[in-house]
């Protein structure tokens, strides 16, 4: 592939990373040799939450982070669930643009009773509310891919990926929910609170069905997507359904990759915990480039591990690119206000 290829304007906003206090170095180094101007943190909690808030201030136009709610906590604290509209808004008042909402809920997270609790439950309702008055940003991550709902042989061609993660196999219907219901718990929240935006990470979690996720983002004006570890998804589809679809959705895409930057080791968006050599970093980034830039065909797409098949370019335009890598997240995430250029 040509090697000079890269980002338009040389910038770009990764709208899901994962990254802790202690791996902020590692992460500002690997997004500077990676065209990444800035990248939200969606999704941490607990300490953690506190740890990064003191570490990153320093780096308020580099990094952004989301709030996790710690729902295991509900099981011994009934009261729980009525004091988090309060922990949401005193982590958005510690510099939370937002708060992920985890595949947990709706797939795991019970209710004091034991009672597997669904996305759309009244009693979630006032968190939504509050997000919504105070302008707070409401990432979902709902369910999974389609064929961790599948059984779980040799003939699920996510095989490899449930052998390195068993747990993420939800197909135990005495277990866990269909997923088609889980994801209608979640767009029953879009659709009820208009004036909330929404970003539904992973290809709003249906990167599989490009027309499904085409028909959710024209009834739902609210819902953002990204695209953070569905490359290989995404470029699946024929190049000019893919184009089609990034092109007419051009103002709600946002870039993402899902790299984690932990501390016991790096994952590229799926697969083995490593800590990367620059190179690969550079394979990893570039794909995605050479994915949205160019009309190359039959390349490996940047998570091998989710599959074994091969993906076409699909040559966006100027203006779907741009809004893609940078405009939809910094207005999303209002970065003006960060000095982030
Ligand atoms: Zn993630």
Redesign the pocket.
Known sequence: MDPEISPTENKVIDS?L?VQAETIDRCLRVMDENHIRYGMN?GIGGENFQKFQKAYQPHKDRLGMMYIFEWGKWQEDPDYVNRAPDLLEAAVEQGAHGVKIWKNLGLTVKDPQGNLVSIDDERLLPIWQRAQDIGCLVAF?TVDPVAFFEPWNSDNERWEELELHPDWSFADRSVYPPRDEVLDQRNNVIKAFPDLKFQC?HGANFSENLDVVDQWMDQMPNMYVDT??RLGEFGRHPASAGKAFFEKHQDRLMFGT?RIFGKEGDVQGAGPTKIFSREEDQWFYNTHWRYFQTEDKQFDHPTPIQGNWKIDGIGLSTDALNKLYWDNAFKLYGLGQYGVA
Request: charge should be negative; hydrophobic fraction near 40%.
């Open positions: 899901h994962h969606i991550h990470v953070s570890a899902d």
